[in-house]
């Protein structure tokens, strides 16, 4: 094989994550829906028994699912080029990609799922382009269409959150579209691991759907400009006056991304508490539960409040493996360092996201997330 050969769909949340990455690092590669005879007969046996996008087959034949280890695999042969090295930038890359990742589900469903006036024709479209080709395209894709309905009620956008979700989206998007009109990118002058997790949501669902684009293209324009800019292999930054490609200097991190955080705090910190405990109980109440199990997508609902709002919604561990790569870099640093980080998280509301832990590790096996 010549090229790395990208398993995934337009329309998917987390390919947009690992395409935006192999755009960036100038790799190779071309792009497909995973539903080829070489696919099934070559790729799927490698993937430990769940099928899911995004899936990369390197050029050595390779095979790698989820684009978080998409991503750990290329960084690590490109001299973890997009890994800032200073200590509150370095939090900061992997806590963005666990917000990518997971704190933004809600309005990425909600957006998708409860604007069908608006949706309904563009995602059929799509659905049936994943479909393997047969007379009951149209019908499978419209059964998936439907599963995936129930799914965006599993996390909490249900109708008597629609009004909570929308408002703290709004808020959000005023408060990135104040960050991008300062910086191009989370961090300065070129992508982090923390941009690639946020393009997942913001480019997959909520800047590429008919709803959501709308919104994003006329209340926060420049948002919409990093969305785009996180397609393109150039920098694309030239209506920026600093054109150095480079991290903001000295451990930056501006007011405008303090803000960001405290917006995404209000409801990411006490979800991620609920899950936790959720979690917790579950595998409290697993007694059996062998290392090197898999690890399922969600264990049960935890239970918030949010502006008088009470939100139920799925418990999910792959937050807390990607949690915990946060909690270890900050182990990781020295006192100082994490004096620093301390003080930045304590500004933003995200203090607590160091501490909230499930009892179990998750680690990775043959291509899954399993129970260490």
């Known amino acids: 094989m010549s090229e790395i050969t990208l398993y995934g769909s337009a329309l998917s949340l987390y390919t947009g994550k690992a395409r935006s990455y192999l755009i960036k690092s100038g790799l190779h590669y071309r792009e497909t829906v995973p539903t080829t005879e070489h696919f099934q007969r070559q790729v799927l046996p490698k993937m430990g028994g769940r099928q899911s996008i995004p899936t990369v087959e390197t050029t050595t034949g390779d095979v790698i699912r989820d684009g978080t280890a998409i991503i750990d695999h290329y960084e690590a042969e490109n001299a973890n080029r997009f890994s800032p090295e200073s200590p509150k930038q ?118 590429r759907d008919p709803a959501p684009l709308a919104l994003m293209q006329t209340q926060a324009v420049r948002l919409f400009r990093w969305v785009e800019r996180m397609n393109r292999p150039e920098l694309d930054i030239g209506e920026f006056e600093d054109q150095s490609g480079m991290y903001l200097q000295d451990d930056c991190v501006p007011e405008s991304l303090i803000n960001v955080l405290k917006q995404i705090a209000i409801d990411f910190v006490p979800e991620t508490k609920a899950a936790s405990a959720c979690i917790n109980q579950w595998l409290d109440d697993q007694t059996d539960l062998a290392p090197a199990t898999p690890v399922e997508r969600g264990v049960g609902l935890g239970s918030f409040e949010i502006r008088g709002v009470t939100v139920n919604a799925l418990a999910q561990p792959y937050r807390f493996y990607l949690l915990k790569r946060v909690q270890d870099e900050y182990t990781s ?40």
Not at 333 to 350: E, F, I, P, S
């Open 90 to 207: 370095r939090i900061l890359s992997k806590l963005f990609d666990v917000i990518g990742a997971e704190g933004l589900l809600r309005p990425a469903m909600h957006y998708r799922w409860n604007f069908p006036k608006d949706n309904h024709d563009f995602l059929s479209f799509h659905f049936a382009a994943l479909m393997p080709r047969s007379p009951e395209r149209q019908q499978q894709a419209e059964k998936n269409m439907d599963r995936m309905r129930t799914a965006c009620q599993m996390f909490g956008a249900v109708p008597d959150t629609f009004e909570l979700v929308e408002s703290l989206y709004a808020e959000l998007l005023e408060k990135l579209n104040l960050h991008f009109a300062e910086q191009p990118y989370l961090l300065g002058g070129k992508p982090c691991i923390g941009d690639f997790g946020m393009i997942a949501p913001l480019y997959g669902h909520l800047g």
């Open 333 to 372: 640093l020295d006192a100082t360092g994490r004096r620093q980080v301390d003080d930045m998280l304590a500004a933003c509301d995200m203090e607590e996201i160091l501490d909230i832990k499930i009892s179990r590790d998750i680690g990775r096996e043959n291509n899954r997330e399993v129970w260490l």
